[in-house]
């Protein structure tokens, strides 16, 4: 999964204009985070954006498919070249891969309070 470093500075640029990123390598690609929460990732000079039953049509409209991964799909699917290029497309597609992230994590931290203690 290995990225240039020219595209890996392209897309942070392009994503810093959407608001506050970071990223971080990963298993030879890149994760990123918009406010803290992981949204994207960068794979073979690739950018996916997270997605879930809210926003997985978006993409399969635009013909995108999913990371695929050691044989697993991953819930990050490729992002059109003309939304990485457009301010505005780019502004509204991460904040949809965003409110993913925060669904998610919601669901996660349901699941653990949900979750019975162990009797000692």
Request: aromatic share 10%.
């Given at each position: 999964?290995?990225?240039s470093?020219?595209?890996?500075?392209y897309?942070?640029?392009?994503?810093e204009?959407?608001?506050q990123v970071?990223?971080?390598?990963?298993?030879?690609?890149?994760?990123?985070?918009?406010?803290g929460?992981?949204?994207a990732?960068?794979a073979?000079n690739?950018?996916?954006?997270k997605?879930?039953?809210a926003?997985?049509l978006?993409?399969?409209?635009e013909?995108?498919?999913?990371?695929r991964?050691?044989?697993q799909?991953?819930?990050?699917y490729?992002?059109p070249?003309?939304v990485?290029?457009?301010?505005?497309?780019l502004?509204?597609?991460?904040?949809?891969?965003?409110d993913?992230?925060?669904r998610?994590l919601?669901?996660?931290?349901?699941k653990?309070?949900?979750r019975?203690?162990?009797?000692?």
């Amino acid at each position: 999964m290995p990225v240039s470093e020219g595209y890996r500075e392209y897309v942070m640029g392009r994503l810093e204009r959407v608001g506050q990123v970071t990223a971080r390598n990963m298993f030879g690609g890149v994760g990123i985070y918009f406010e803290g929460l992981f949204c994207a990732l960068i794979a073979e000079n690739v950018l996916y954006f997270k997605v879930d039953d809210a926003n997985r049509l978006d993409y399969e409209v635009e013909g995108m498919g999913p990371f695929r991964s050691g044989g697993q799909t991953m819930q990050f699917y490729e992002v059109p070249e003309e939304v990485l290029d457009d301010d505005e497309k780019l502004r509204l597609w991460a904040d949809k891969a965003l409110d993913v992230a925060r669904r998610k994590l919601v669901e996660k931290r349901g699941k653990k309070k949900a979750r019975p203690k162990k009797k000692k």
